[in-house]
């Protein structure tokens, strides 16, 4: 979808625009008691644990992979660019468990952990 294009647009959709673009939502929520917020901060700092156990988990996953792979591969078992394919596909696993698409692992971090892991192994 690109930029809309002012001089093609009609009077009810230039309106329809100019509606859209002021909008404001009108709402008259009560604010949350100390309790509710309390719940709330439990919950995010619950969901938040969970996340970095999976995450190490992960990591955990990548450096044992990595080192086996590298293992196989100096050992002309397994053929590195098969080892590249799935130590990629590994380093791009997203959080199936999370409401938000991300990586358990940062990538840039992921691609590190491997490579030393791999490194070490592979001689």
Do not use: N
Request: aromatic share 4%; proline share 3%; hydrophobic share 45%.
């Amino acid at each position: 979808m690109g930029l809309v294009d002012i001089d093609r647009l009609d009077d009810d959709e230039l309106e329809a625009l100019r509606h859209a673009a002021c909008w404001e939502p009108h709402l008259d929520l009560p604010l949350l008691t100390d309790a509710e917020r309390d719940v709330v901060h439990q919950r995010i700092d619950g969901l938040a644990a969970e996340r970095e156990t999976r995450s190490d988990a992960h990591r955990d996953r990548l450096r044992s992979t990595a080192g086996w792979l590298g293992r196989e591969v100096a050992s002309h078992r397994v053929l590195l660019a098969d080892a590249q394919d799935r130590l990629e596909r590994l380093a791009r696993t997203a959080d199936a468990d999370s409401l938000v698409p991300m990586f358990l692992v940062p990538y840039r971090e992921a691609i590190d952990l491997i490579v030393a892991a791999f490194a070490a192994q592979w001689k």
